[in-house]
């Protein structure tokens, strides 16, 4: 009877002391016991999107434990519950919420003296693809301003379902020239296109001796990165000059201009060779004075240099 009593006012201390009555107190974990972390999706797209943590908690012989039995959670990306109980069928199950951060969430659960069990969640969208224009994709040698030449550079940013991905932290690089990013981050729009400005000097693409250069974007967004590059083509073929000599009517000779080269090219026409040039156009026409046979020289040049081609024609010339 005494030992009674004394439980009796025990349990009044204590539910003086902690608000709780005797018959609620937490269920202790059994010996032997397992936890198991689910959570769905395993995605969230969103970065203040929400995914369901299930943290499972069995018995050793495999049945539910006492409902109310604590379930402690943390995370390290966003937030969740500190403490959820177990309901009947031993399943404790909190909120994994995004707090605009984009990246790798490990969520642990803890109960009683079982060890830890964790689980990762991506949070927000990641870089899956990304494609790089320049425009335009070809250099000349010839024709450059003052300032240098622009090249317009476009990169476009897809995330896992192929979808435009806003966002995107990218940054371009370039083997000459100047970036008008000066390397630093670009940040994909709405429609997943990051944009830059390339700047090429004359001098620079002069002691360039390859035939091509190239320009990168390199992507990323949460856990994915992904790079694409683009060669841009330097023109420097010199030409090689040549023709075709047809007669239209009479002493008429219609030029059919067959040269070869990197464009742009210019041309200047001697119908006769005595060094008087007579024709800038690329295919002429000229009318001889009378029939017979006449030298012509057709000077072609670009920027990588020049070629003269000097042939004999009959007039009238066959058509």
């Not at 943390?74 to 500190?82: N, V």
């Not at 990165?225 to 009517?249: C, M």
């Not at 017979?292 to 070629?307: E, I, K, Q």
Request: proline share 6%; charged share 15%; glycine share 10%.
């Amino acid at each position: 009877m005494q030992s009674r009593t004394h439980l009796a006012l025990l349990c009044l201390l204590l539910t003086l002391a902690t608000g709780l009555a005797c018959d609620k107190a937490s269920p202790v974990v059994p010996e032997g016991a397992t936890l198991v972390l689910t959570v769905a999706p395993g995605t969230i797209n969103s970065p203040t999107g929400t995914a369901t943590v299930n943290a499972i908690v069995r018995t050793g012989n495999g049945t539910p434990v006492f409902r109310g039995t604590e379930v402690r959670f943390d995370t390290t990306l966003g937030s969740i519950e500190p403490l959820v109980t177990t309901n009947d069928q031993g399943v404790a199950t909190a909120t994994l919420r995004g707090d605009g951060r984009v990246g790798k969430a490990t969520v642990r659960a803890i109960a009683g003296a079982i060890m830890p069990v964790t689980v990762d969640v991506l949070i927000g969208t990641n870089v899956s693809n990304v494609s790089l224009q320049a425009t335009p994709s070809t250099i000349s040698l010839s024709g450059f301003p003052s300032g240098g030449k622009k090249i317009q550079l476009l990169a476009l940013v897809r995330d896992d379902q192929g979808q435009p991905l806003a966002g995107a932290n990218v940054n371009f690089s370039t083997e000459i020239g100047t970036l008008q990013s000066r390397g630093g981050f670009v940040r994909s729009n709405g429609q997943g296109a990051a944009t830059d400005t390339l700047t090429v000097q004359l001098s620079e693409l002069s002691t360039f001796q390859a035939p091509t250069f190239t320009v990168s974007a390199h992507a990323s967004l949460g856990t994915g990165n992904q790079t694409a590059t683009f060669e841009l083509r330097i023109q420097r073929d010199a030409p090689i000059a040549s023709f075709i000599a047809h007669g239209n009517s009479g002493n008429n000779v219609r030029f059919e201009n067959t040269t070869t080269g990197a464009e742009p090219i210019s041309y200047t026409w001697d119908f006769t060779n005595d060094g008087t040039v007579d024709s800038n156009v690329k295919n002429p026409t000229f009318t001889y004075p009378n029939a017979g046979t006449f030298t012509v020289r057709l000077v072609a040049t670009n920027s990588a240099g020049s070629d003269d081609q000097i042939q004999a024609i009959t007039v009238p010339a066959p058509p």
